[in-house]
């Protein structure tokens, strides 16, 4: 099993902008939507490629 990062800080980085991007949209803006779809993909058959050599991945979501 490939260790991906879990800790949401380290791909929700708040350092390299002035804000969290997605504070600045609405709640209802379509982008959320997206996020949404994009937890519910299957992506094993993508994860499978990884290898655990080396620093780990963020997740292909």
Do not use: N, W
Not at 6 to 30: A, E, S
């Amino acid at each position: 099993m490939i260790p991906f990062k879990t800790d949401p800080i380290q791909f929700r980085q708040r350092q390299l902008f002035p804000t969290y991007i997605f504070d600045l949209l609405p709640k209802d803006h379509p982008c959320f939507v997206f996020d949404d779809i994009f937890q519910m993909l299957d992506t094993s058959s993508v994860e499978e490629q990884y290898s655990p050599i080396g620093q780990r991945a963020y997740p292909p979501r």
